[in-house]
């Protein structure tokens, strides 16, 4: 609702505002998924079966499995940083975090990254009593997407994985739900600051530099509140110029599927367009080329045939989720990138990621070595 409602607080150029048309599709989207969440809700009100996760959870099997995970990400990472002569904090010849890693390989090790953040909160959550070295191994990946790789997206994709877990066996009470609204705000000041800092010739001048302007010059909303503006707002915006030019029903499914080939063979295949209207759909800037996960099913099936498939995910989202609650090791796996795609739909779709898909049908082998 907040990207949503940007359209009226938001005061910039950019600002195009919603359409009626726009307003009424992206309100009755969420109001489709609270319904439906409303009605399982309602139908299986039952306990969530807490004590029957933790017994199918295997402690040894879990922590075994854990531990080979971090070996192999970070085999993953040594050779990605040779491949790539460095590491994007360091680099100060032009280049980005989208130079970094080998292509692939590096979507597969963002998998690994989440199903490492995604075991360890469940340990730690359910009192395995992880040892201090496999959770500092456990969360140094984190860190290196938003530090080292300065790859926000990364970083937020990762901690996605990390709210199922919270919500099915932590008792959500008044104050860590202040301490997590606080941990929000940090991580997206975070945010605001690698920015600049991914942006830099030198990122550790540029840190002392926003350091001073924001303590000394004042400088507070330029450095950390507008480049989370923009992100909050632009992608529901751009969103809706999609759904205005867009037929009711089509079918020529390009965007969507195209993230489903490895990059290594999409590059090959499909040649990159020179047009970001083409790459994007319609933007109200090209500076600013977020959409949320919108864009890309409305282009390629309409907004109503678009309407169809977000109520067959919405579905299976709560399906899921009641499964998780009540004893299913492999969906609360799948909940992962369920959450994900659900988190991050106002910024950009991973309904149809390579990550998503291959991670939902590994689920099955996931929760097989750790039960």
Not at 329 to 350: D, E, N, R
Request: hydrophobic fraction near 50%; aromatic fraction near 14%; charge should be positive.
């Amino acid at each position: 609702m907040l990207p949503v409602s940007s359209s009226v607080w938001w005061e910039s150029d950019f600002n195009v505002g919603l359409s009626d048309l726009s307003l009424y599709f992206i309100v009755g989207l969420i109001a489709i998924f609270f319904l439906l969440s409303f009605c399982f809700t309602t139908t299986f009100n039952k306990p969530t079966q807490v004590a029957l996760l933790v017994k199918k959870l295997d402690r040894n099997k879990a922590i075994k499995f854990q531990i080979n995970l971090c070996m192999i990400w970070y085999s993953f990472f040594i050779v990605e940083i040779f491949f790539s002569g460095g590491l994007p904090f360091f680099w100060s010849d032009g280049r980005t975090y989208v130079n970094f890693g080998i292509p692939t390989l590096h979507g597969l090790s963002n998998m690994i990254r989440c199903l490492i953040f995604a075991n360890i909160s469940i340990f730690v959550l359910v009192s395995f009593k992880p040892s201090k070295l496999l959770i500092l191994s456990s969360l140094l990946p984190l860190m290196c997407a938003l530090v080292l790789e300065q790859s926000r997206g990364a970083f937020l994709m990762t901690l996605c994985f990390a709210i199922p877990p919270i919500i099915i066996f932590k008792k959500i009470s008044i104050v860590p739900l202040l301490k997590g609204i606080g941990l929000s705000i940090c991580i997206f000041l975070a945010l605001a600051v690698t920015q600049f800092l991914r942006l830099s010739d030198d990122p550790l001048e540029e840190l002392g530099d926003i350091y001073y302007l924001v303590t000394q010059d004042g400088q507070t909303q330029k450095y950390l509140l507008d480049p989370v503006l923009f992100y909050i707002a632009t992608p529901a915006l751009n969103a809706g110029l999609n759904i205005d030019v867009a037929p009711v029903f089509d079918f020529n499914p390009r965007n969507t599927l195209i993230s489903l080939l490895p990059s290594v063979i999409r590059t090959k295949i499909m040649e990159t367009p020179d047009d970001l209207e083409d790459h994007y759909g319609k933007l109200i800037s090209p500076t600013y080329n977020t959409t949320s996960f919108i864009t890309p099913f409305v282009r390629d099936f309409g907004w109503g045939g678009a309407s169809l498939i977000f109520c067959a995910f919405f579905f299976y989202c709560n399906y899921a989720f009641v499964r998780a609650r009540y004893g299913s090791i492999k969906h609360l796996v799948q909940l992962g990138p369920l959450t994900l795609c659900l988190a991050l739909s106002f910024f950009t779709s991973y309904l149809t990621s390579l990550v998503t898909i291959v991670y939902l049908l590994a689920s099955g082998a996931i929760a097989r070595r750790m039960s």
